[in-house]
């Protein structure tokens, strides 16, 4: 049979579709182009001549010599394919068989051509034939999903050769393309030779794709690796975090340009201004708000007016009787038939009037009547009172009530004199003054020095200022130079006060020169009526004093004035024992004495 013979391994190849052979043809018709190969045509040949001696032996049956050879069918040998000629052969008697009438022998999955009956070479589909006719890469049909995308094999390097095939016997062929009768077959039980065949092109890429076959692994296109879920979600984290941070940033970014743009325009709106909140009234005991909570509604404003003028002080409730404790000079323009007006630091007002005052230690006690719910200011013990102690000062400077100020103690037992507008001295004033720098200044004058426990350790009564006008349209103010009388002393005056209506002060029983210039105080010549400087039976005619001798020393404290020596004394209570120093004829002599008492008048 001739075979179209075609180039060998320059490139792919297809086998075509075998021509229909028709019943009653010529069985020696040219096989199509392409039909078969070289290697077919050889098994072809073999296959006839087993045929032929089949045949022959079986008896007068004669076959036609050039019976169409079976396809080779994958699969399937070629003793089986004899097999089944020879038994197709033997079961037919003598009738005669028309060759090119035999059909081949059915072997299954090899196509059969209905025309003639003769088989057909044509390669077994990869898979079942679609009913729908959907194209392998057309869109899906309605029973098959989306193929997936299949990478091709990689192909060899460049320059590196391919392996060989490996080598085939081939069966005789005549020059005319048929089996020469007679060759040798192979030997039953043999290994088939295997037909060489030209060597085979390069295989598609596309040539075993079949869209419809599970994949082991899933495909993808860039041949990276495939993430593992754990990789995945760290991805994804990292991915979250990233963003966190940049929308921070440019959050962070906007605000502050917004910021600032708010804060040089003011904003769009109407200004609203930042303010705290509600916050709690209680402050601790010992600040200056708590000591002025405790001691203001014990604190009351005086306003006095009689035919000697007027004036505004200070001062503070002693008991719940009405009594309270305030500056003589305060008082003392009211007179006997002056008008006393207290007002407290609710705002409620009533009359007051004078229980006792004395001129030498400047204090008074007034009264008011038909007042209900006083409540006494706690007294302190000013020896206790230690320079740098902090102090508070209430009063109402220039008629401003309930005025709170806050120093500390700057010095202690600092003699002072006051008054003294009459010029015959008798209301000189003599106090052993505690030193505070918290601002005091008229109006102040009767008011209470507190330590920080809110309890009274002085009286405020006088300041040292720069300007000593009297005027009181041109009154000085404070340059951090308060005095008070310290609460001792005006503890038992006021008591004195109360109870009696006037005050006693200790005296040594002698008269002092107030021009002497030197240091101390001396013992004038004479009194002030003539007589003797010494009272007779006195404290100092007992203790030995003669005229003209010179204190030095009270109680081991040096002093350097009369008006010092007086405020010393003072100091005490009638009947306490004082030491003194003497100086005689050049020469100091200690002199011990009891101090006597004198009226306040």
């Given at each position: 049979?001739p075979?179209?013979e075609?180039?060998?391994?320059d490139?792919?190849?297809e086998?075509?579709r075998?021509?229909?052979m028709?019943?009653?043809?010529?069985?020696?018709?040219?096989v199509p182009t392409?039909?078969?190969?070289?290697?077919?045509?050889a098994e072809?040949?073999h296959e006839?001549?087993?045929?032929?001696?089949?045949?022959?032996?079986?008896?007068?049956?004669?076959?036609?010599?050039?019976?169409?050879p079976?396809?080779?069918?994958?699969g399937v040998?070629r003793?089986?394919?004899?097999?089944?000629?020879?038994?197709?052969s033997?079961?037919?008697?003598?009738?005669?068989?028309?060759?090119?009438?035999?059909?081949a022998a059915?072997?299954?999955?090899t196509?059969?051509d209905?025309?003639?009956?003769?088989?057909?070479?044509?390669?077994k589909?990869l898979?079942?034939?679609?009913?729908?006719?959907?194209?392998?890469?057309?869109?899906?049909g309605?029973?098959?999903?989306?193929?997936?995308?299949?990478?091709?094999a990689?192909?060899?390097?460049?320059?590196?050769?391919s392996?060989?095939?490996?080598?085939?016997?081939?069966?005789?062929v005549?020059?005319?393309?048929?089996?020469?009768?007679g060759?040798?077959?192979?030997?039953?039980?043999?290994?088939?030779?295997?037909?060489?065949s030209?060597?085979?092109?390069?295989a598609?890429?596309?040539?075993?794709?079949?869209?419809?076959?599970a994949t082991?692994?899933?495909?993808?296109?860039?041949?990276?690796a495939?993430a593992?879920?754990?990789?995945?979600?760290?991805?994804?984290?990292?991915?979250?975090?990233l963003?966190?941070?940049?929308?921070a940033?440019v959050?962070?970014?906007?605000?502050?340009?917004?910021?600032?743009?708010?804060?040089r325009?003011?904003g769009?709106?109407?200004?609203?201004?930042?303010q705290?909140?509600?916050e709690?009234?209680?402050?601790?005991?010992?600040?200056?708000?708590?000591?002025?909570?405790?001691a203001?509604?014990?604190?009351?404003?005086?306003?006095?007016?009689?035919?000697?003028?007027e004036?505004?002080?200070?001062?503070?409730v002693?008991?719940?009787?009405?009594h309270i404790?305030?500056?003589?000079?305060?008082?003392?323009?009211?007179?006997?038939?002056?008008e006393i007006?207290v007002t407290?630091?609710?705002?409620?007002?009533?009359?007051?009037t004078?229980?006792?005052?004395?001129?030498?230690?400047?204090?008074?006690?007034?009264?008011?009547?038909?007042?209900?719910?006083?409540?006494?200011?706690?007294?302190?013990?000013?020896d206790?009172?230690?320079?740098?102690?902090?102090?508070?000062?209430i009063?109402?400077p220039?008629?401003?009530?309930?005025?709170v100020?806050?120093?500390i103690?700057s010095?202690?037992?600092?003699?002072?004199t006051a008054?003294?507008e009459?010029?015959?001295?008798s209301?000189?004033s003599y106090?052993?003054?505690?030193?505070t720098?918290?601002p005091?200044?008229p109006?102040?004058?009767?008011?209470?020095?507190?330590d920080s426990?809110?309890?009274?350790?002085?009286i405020?009564?006088?300041?040292?200022?720069a300007d000593?006008?009297?005027?009181?349209?041109?009154?000085?103010?404070?340059?951090g130079?308060?005095f008070?009388?310290?609460?001792?002393?005006?503890?038992?005056?006021?008591e004195?006060?109360i109870?009696?209506g006037?005050?006693?002060?200790?005296?040594?029983g002698?008269?002092?020169?107030?021009?002497?210039?030197?240091d101390?105080?001396r013992?004038?010549a004479?009194?002030?009526?003539?007589?003797?400087?010494?009272?007779?039976?006195?404290?100092?005619?007992?203790a030995?004093?003669?005229?003209?001798?010179?204190i030095?020393?009270?109680?081991?404290?040096?002093?350097?004035?009369?008006?010092?020596?007086?405020?010393?004394?003072?100091?005490?209570r009638?009947g306490?024992?004082l030491?003194?120093?003497?100086?005689?004829?050049g020469?100091?002599?200690?002199?011990?004495?009891?101090?006597g008492?004198?009226?306040?008048?």
């Amino acid at each position: 049979m001739p075979v179209r013979e075609g180039p060998v391994g320059d490139g792919d190849f297809e086998l075509e579709r075998p021509a229909s052979m028709r019943r009653g043809s010529d069985p020696s018709a040219e096989v199509p182009t392409g039909a078969t190969a070289p290697d077919a045509t050889a098994e072809a040949a073999h296959e006839t001549s087993a045929a032929a001696d089949v045949a022959a032996a079986a008896g007068p049956a004669s076959v036609d010599a050039e019976v169409a050879p079976m396809s080779p069918v994958p699969g399937v040998s070629r003793e089986v394919a004899s097999a089944g000629v020879a038994d197709a052969s033997a079961g037919a008697g003598d009738a005669s068989v028309d060759a090119a009438h035999a059909p081949a022998a059915a072997v299954p999955g090899t196509p059969v051509d209905v025309s003639g009956g003769v088989p057909v070479d044509r390669p077994k589909p990869l898979h079942d034939p679609d009913p729908y006719s959907t194209p392998p890469y057309g869109q899906p049909g309605p029973w098959a999903p989306a193929p997936p995308v299949q990478l091709p094999a990689t192909p060899p390097a460049h320059g590196t050769p391919s392996p060989a095939p490996p080598a085939a016997v081939q069966a005789p062929v005549a020059p005319s393309g048929h089996p020469v009768h007679g060759a040798p077959g192979p030997t039953p039980g043999e290994p088939t030779p295997v037909v060489p065949s030209p060597a085979a092109p390069p295989a598609s890429p596309w040539q075993n794709y079949d869209p419809w076959a599970a994949t082991a692994a899933p495909l993808h296109q860039t041949g990276a690796a495939v993430a593992s879920r754990e990789q995945r979600r760290k991805r994804g984290i990292r991915v979250l975090v990233l963003g966190a941070v940049v929308l921070a940033l440019v959050s962070g970014g906007i605000g502050g340009a917004v910021g600032v743009y708010l804060e040089r325009t003011g904003g769009v709106t109407d200004v609203e201004l930042p303010q705290a909140g509600q916050e709690s009234k209680e402050r601790a005991a010992d600040s200056v708000a708590g000591i002025a909570a405790r001691a203001l509604p014990s604190v009351v404003t005086l306003h006095v007016k009689g035919s000697a003028g007027e004036g505004t002080g200070t001062g503070f409730v002693l008991d719940g009787l009405g009594h309270i404790l305030t500056n003589n000079h305060v008082v003392e323009p009211a007179g006997s038939s002056g008008e006393i007006s207290v007002t407290f630091s609710g705002g409620e007002t009533a009359k007051a009037t004078v229980v006792g005052h004395d001129s030498g230690y400047d204090l008074a006690v007034v009264k008011v009547s038909g007042v209900g719910g006083l409540k006494p200011m706690p007294l302190g013990n000013s020896d206790n009172v230690q320079v740098g102690d902090p102090v508070v000062a209430i009063g109402a400077p220039f008629d401003l009530a309930n005025t709170v100020t806050s120093g500390i103690i700057s010095a202690k037992e600092r003699p002072i004199t006051a008054g003294g507008e009459k010029g015959d001295g008798s209301d000189v004033s003599y106090v052993d003054a505690l030193q505070t720098d918290a601002p005091i200044n008229p109006g102040n004058s009767g008011g209470p020095l507190l330590d920080s426990k809110a309890r009274v350790v002085g009286i405020n009564s006088a300041i040292r200022s720069a300007d000593s006008s009297s005027d009181q349209s041109h009154q000085a103010g404070s340059i951090g130079l308060g005095f008070a009388i310290p609460v001792n002393q005006a503890k038992r005056v006021a008591e004195e006060l109360i109870n009696t209506g006037r005050a006693t002060h200790p005296v040594i029983g002698v008269t002092l020169d107030m021009n002497y210039t030197g240091d101390g105080a001396r013992v004038g010549a004479k009194s002030n009526d003539g007589g003797s400087p010494l009272t007779r039976g006195g404290p100092g005619d007992r203790a030995g004093i003669r005229a003209g001798d010179v204190i030095t020393e009270v109680d081991g404290q040096r002093i350097h004035s009369g008006e010092e020596l007086i405020v010393k004394i003072r100091a005490h209570r009638p009947g306490d024992r004082l030491a003194l120093t003497v100086e005689r004829d050049g020469k100091e002599k200690a002199i011990t004495l009891v101090l006597g008492s004198a009226s306040g008048d």
